[in-house]
């Protein structure tokens, strides 16, 4: 998976945030308070950050599992659930 992220912008960024996770923890063992609470602010506002970064490709990959062949099995079964119910309460 990582080969077919090599070069991209997700991989960069991935990369970034391996890299701050990792100064975040040298940081809470060295005892660096303030840099650990700056890292710590950095990461709640971060994950909203990516939501905006990221939307472009995050609706194209809602919108891949919506035309899935998963989401039509379990649709097609819920229809189905469905009409029986309503043959069900017929008789």
Same mark, same amino acid.
């Given at each position: 998976?990582?080969?077919?992220?090599?070069g991209t912008r997700a991989f960069q960024i991935l990369?970034?945030? /391996? !890299?701050?996770?990792?100064?975040?923890?040298?940081? =809470?063992v060295s005892g660096l308070r303030l840099i650990?609470?700056?890292?710590?602010?950095?990461?709640t506002y971060g994950a909203f950050a990516?939501?905006? !970064?990221? =939307?472009p490709e995050l609706r194209s990959a809602l919108a891949r599992l919506g035309r899935s062949r /998963?989401?039509? !099995?379990?649709?097609r079964f819920e229809e189905r659930s469905q009409a029986v119910a309503d043959e069900i309460v017929k008789a």
């Amino acid at each position: 998976v990582l080969i077919l992220w090599a070069g991209t912008r997700a991989f960069q960024i991935l990369f970034g945030l /391996v !890299v701050l996770v990792a100064i975040y923890v040298l940081a =809470q063992v060295s005892g660096l308070r303030l840099i650990e609470s700056i890292l710590s602010q950095a990461f709640t506002y971060g994950a909203f950050a990516l939501i905006v !970064v990221f =939307q472009p490709e995050l609706r194209s990959a809602l919108a891949r599992l919506g035309r899935s062949r /998963v989401l039509n !099995v379990i649709t097609r079964f819920e229809e189905r659930s469905q009409a029986v119910a309503d043959e069900i309460v017929k008789a």
